[in-house]
Every structure is written in structure tokens, then in C-alpha cells.
């Protein structure tokens, strides 16, 4: 049977491409052996599901335990019905242990129940029939919230000391956030009478990315199969723009070989990883689209806005950091620092968030275009200096992040420039105070470096023009544009103050300084 690199659901290792699932997290068995009850926590689409219902099965198949991966998501509908939450939950497992187990192995009949702690008493009950010690591990845990959760986590509590005769003899609760973010999906931990929402935990433990062998061994496992091969440059760039992020990874690949290299014959290079990548950010499926729905809630607002902006971050809390982290929007620099966790989701955030801007600009003539379908420079700053008097005051009214309001009306310019035809490449950083654009269609490529005047604050014209020399030296460039946003307040409106001037950088390098 041929296989598939896999982006939907858990892998399966009979169609899937896929590597050992427990080689990145070897200390779970050993947290079974000594009736651990523990977290696993990774952001979405990472492999926990896999690698938990890999261990699950392995378990059962040693002969030593009763082990099953279950799900809690049923009861996410019930967040304040405890009792309707848990006989949705309890169905959904004895359907599921049903088709995992051997008959032997089976729970009892959980619907004759009576008592009102029915997860507590149903988990009780199975341990105390099951031939063998009950092992549990319940995804979806965070899915829960409100009464529901807090009843489930004290039943959890409750039943720990009594394990392994009379409770699952080891448990673990599986999903995207950290134990310390259930206190606040329950509503606060006075309502849960602790500080830690499972304070029985041994471990938390996330779920690392792939290496860059691991990509290699499991774009190899392809060429095995089909005699494809993938360039090492190809693997390097598809490392780099995921940074090993599993779905990102499959994703890619899936993109590469199925749709723009279908013929085996033809060896994958970095150019098509690079189409990939543009094909995924534009069509934005279901993984990036549910990080990109993320952007408008206030944990991760505070964190994301100033990042683009460049700016440091101010009153963010602890939580909220390990909040975007646990979610995989952001990870640690090994050099310091917040950053975006991989080349991907860096250029999804701003331009999901140019997309109202973008909506709403007028019908605007490619007066920029040669006859041969060639940007001319020129003529592109004609008509980005017209669009922007005319239409920027109205249209920063529209952006969803107001520090940097003009940063995406400029994007959603620029969008329309590209239009399918070209590249619009971003950079930015915590404390960077700017962030850096590279445009590129055909034989042009054009660097700009966006700084804003802030009130208080002194021109950021000789600092802009240091920043840009640096960044386009990077690029191989003599030219660029440095686009300097004042928003102080008391100004003229942006109709009446855009002007244009010439500088030149410390290495000779001629920019256009676009002031607005």
C-alpha cells in the first residue's frame, strides 16, 4: 500500500510517512511503571495523539497494563452541565474501549451508574474489574472549561490516593496548554481551592519539533518508497521555514510531491520549497487558520502587536508569554528573547492582519508596471506616495492593530502590487524598533525599513538609515526606501505632510526617505 505524509488527524503507520512516535518523549513508559500521573502538553498538530495512542497500544500489547487513549472533547459542549458533560464523556470512552480492547479488557457498563461523580466513579469501577492495572490517558483535556473542568479535575484528585486497586494505576491528561492554564479555563484557582489545578502531577512535559534528521530520515522514508529525491539544500530550507514543526513539515512535503512534483522522476528542489510555502501561507488550511484566529484575543494581542511594531514588551505577564508558547505561536531564541516560532507563521500574522486593510482599498490602476510586466521603481513610488495621501487617514481607521495601523495599510498596498506575481517577504523583532520589507517580482527587488516617530522620541531618521544599510547589505542591494510613520500627535492630516527626500547611508547607499 503507498503512503502519504499525512496532515489531518493522528498517523497511521500502514499510509502514513511517519517517525517512531515515543522517540521523542522515551521517559513516558518508565512514568507509567511508577503510576505517574502527568501532563503532556504541545501545540496543535505536533503528534501527541499519535504518540499517546502509540503507547497505549504497546501497553495492552505487552500483556502488563489496560491502557487507552480517550478524548474529553465531547464534553466541551456542557462547560457549565457537569452531569451532561460526563455521561457525553463516558459514552464516548466505553465506544472507544470497546474498539481498542480485547473483550477481556472491557469496562463495565458505566450507564447503570448512579453516583454524580461518574467519571471518578467509573474509572474506580473499571480498576477494580479490569484483570489488569487501568492505564489512562485523556486527551483533549483543555477543551473543558468552567464547572465541567473543576469537576473532573477533583474527581481526578479524589480517586489519585486509592490507585493502582482502586484507581487507574498511572494518567495522563493530554492537550495544548500547560496545568497552570486549566486554573484559568476553570475560572481562577480560588474556585478549585489550590494554587494548581492538578497538584498530583510527577511531570508536565511537552512534545518537541523535529530535528533536522528527523525531517531528513522522514523525507527519506518518500524517496525510499517512490525514488524521489528530496535535495539536501531542499530538506535544509524546509527545516529552516518549519523549524521542524511536524504539520508544517508533512505539509510542505505533502504540497511538494503531490501537487507541484507529482512525477517521481523529478527531484525536489529548495525552488519548490519555496512554492510550497507561498501555496500554504496564501490558502492558510485549517492549522494556520486556527492560529491566525488566535490574533484577536487579549493574551495574545499584548504580545504579538509590540512584536511587530518592534517595540518591547510592557505589562505582559508570565502566563501570557507561556500561554503563546504552549499555543506555538512563539517560542524562546536560544540567543534570547520572544520570538515568532518559525519563518512561516512570521509572515501568516501580519498578513492576516493586513487582510481587512487589504479589503478595503480602493480599485487602484498597476500604474507601476512596464509594458513588459516589470515593476519600474519610479513609478512605484508615484503611486504609493498618491494611494497614500488619499487613502491612509481612512484606512488605518480599518486596521485591527492600532500601533501598527500603518505598518499593515502599506502591506495591504503592497499585496496589491505583488498580486500573485512576486513575493512580499517581512522581518521583525522584539525591541528592533522597525520592521523590514523585501519585495520582490521578476528581475526587482526592492528593501524598506518602516519606523514610526513616536511622541517623546527623537527623529529616527539616522537610526532608520543605519538599520536599512544593515539590512540591505543583507539582501545584496545599493537601494531602498525608509518609511518613517510619525504619529505624533497635533499633526497636519497625513494628506498634507507626506514628503520624499534623498539620503545616503554610512556605506553609500542611496535611499529614498518617504515621510508620512
Known amino acids: 500500500m503507498p503512503k502519504w505524509f499525512n496532515t489531518a488527524g493522528p498517523c497511521k503507520a500502514d499510509i502514513h510517512y511517519m517517525l ?41 500489547e505487552q500483556g502488563k497494563y489496560t491502557a487507552i487513549m480517550v478524548s474529553a472533547e465531547v464534553g466541551a459542549a456542557f462547560p457549565d452541565a457537569p452531569i451532561t458533560a ?25 450507564l447503570e451508574l448512579t453516583s454524580r461523580l461518574r467519571i471518578g466513579s467509573a474509572l474506580s469501577e473499571w480498576s477494580q474489574q479490569s484483570p489488569r492495572p487501568l492505564v489512562i490517558f ?15 479535575l477533583r474527581q481526578l484528585r479524589n480517586g489519585y490516593p486509592a490507585r493502582p486497586e482502586g484507581f487507574p494505576h498511572a494518567l495522563a491528561l493530554v492537550g495544548v ?6 486554573k484559568v479555563a476553570s475560572g481562577g ?20 519539533n523535529f530535528t533536522q534528521d528527523e525531517v531528513a530520515e522522514l523525507y527519506g522514508q518518500h524517496t525510499t518508497e517512490t525514488g524521489q529525491v528530496f535535495t539536501e539544500a531542499a530538506i535544509e530550507h524546509s527545516f529552516y ?35 510550497a510555502k507561498e501555496i500554504l501561507i496564501q490558502r492558510r488550511d485549517t492549522h494556520l487558520d486556527s492560529l491566525a484566529s488566535l490574533l484577536q484575543e487579549d493574551r495574545v494581542r499584548v504580545v504579538i502587536e509590540p512584536m511587530l511594531a518592534g517595540q518591547e514588551l510592557k505589562g505582559v505577564s508570565h502566563d501570557d508569554l507561556e500561554f503563546l508558547i504552549d499555543l506555538g505561536l512563539c517560542r524562546m531564541s536560544p540567543h534570547g528573547g ?19 486593510p487589504q479589503a478595503s482599498l480602493p480599485q487602484i490602476s498597476p500604474s507601476w508596471l512596464t509594458a513588459e510586466g516589470q515593476i519600474d521603481s519610479n513609478k512605484l513610488l508615484e503611486a504609493f506616495l498618491a494611494f497614500w495621501r488619499q487613502h491612509g487617514q481612512p484606512l488605518l481607521k480599518s486596521a485591527p492593530y492600532h500601533e501598527i495601523a500603518p505598518h499593515l495599510v502599506l502591506m495591504a498596498f503592497l499585496h496589491r502590487v ?9 522581518e521583525y523583532a522584539i525591541g528592533s524598533d522597525r520592521m523590514d520589507l523585501c519585495l520582490r517580482y521578476g528581475d526587482v527587488t526592492l528593501g524598506m525599513e518602516l519606523k514610526v516617530w513616536r511622541e517623546g522620541r527623537p527623529d529616527p531618521l539616522q537610526a532608520g538609515l543605519e538599520q536599512l544599510d544593515r539590512y540591505l547589505t543583507g539582501l545584496g542591494l545599493e537601494t531602498g526606501w525608509l518609511i518613517i510613520f510619525d504619529q505624533r500627535p497635533g499633526l497636519p492630516p497625513i494628506a498634507d505632510r507626506v514628503t520624499t527626500e534623498q539620503a545616503t547611508t554610512s556605506n553609500n547607499r542611496n535611499v529614498t526617505v518617504i515621510r508620512g
Open 86 to 110: 460526563e455521561t457525553s464523556i463516558l459514552e464516548a470512552w466505553y465506544t472507544m474501549a470497546k474498539l481498542k480492547l480485547p473483550s477481556e479488557l472491557h469496562p463495565p457498563n458505566w
Open 138 to 152: 485523556i486527551d483533549e483535556i483543555d477543551s473543558l472549561r468552567n464547572e465541567t473542568l473543576i469537576s473532573v
Open 20 to 60: 517512531p512516535p515515543l522517540a521523542r518523549l522515551p521517559q513516558l513508559e518508565r512514568l507509567v511503571e511508577q503510576q505517574g500521573y502527568f501532563v503532556i502538553h504541545a501545540p496543535r498538530q505536533t503528534g501527541k495523539t499519535t504518540m499517546m495512542l502509540a503507547l497505549a497500544q504497546q501497553l495492552t
Open 338 to 356: 520572544l520570538v515568532v516560532s518559525n519563518p512561516i507563521y512570521q509572515e501568516v500574522l501580519p498578513r492576516v492582519l493586513a487582510q481587512i
Open 241 to 275: 521555514l518549519t523549524q521542524g514543526q511536524p504539520w508544517l513539515v508533512n505539509a510542505l512535503a505533502r504540497q511538494m510531491v503531490e501537487v507541484l512534483v507529482p512525477d517521481s522522476r523529478t527531484t525536489i528542489s529548495i525552488e519548490h520549497v519555496e512554492q
Open 189 to 208: 484557582s480560588d474556585r478549585l481551592n489550590t494554587s494548581s489545578p492538578f497538584n498530583i502531577k510527577v511531570e508536565s512535559l511537552t512534545l518537541r
Open 418 to 426: 505583488v498580486n500573485g506575481g512576486g513575493t512580499l517577504e517581512r
Open 177 to 182: 496548554r500547560d496545568v497552570r492554564d486549566y
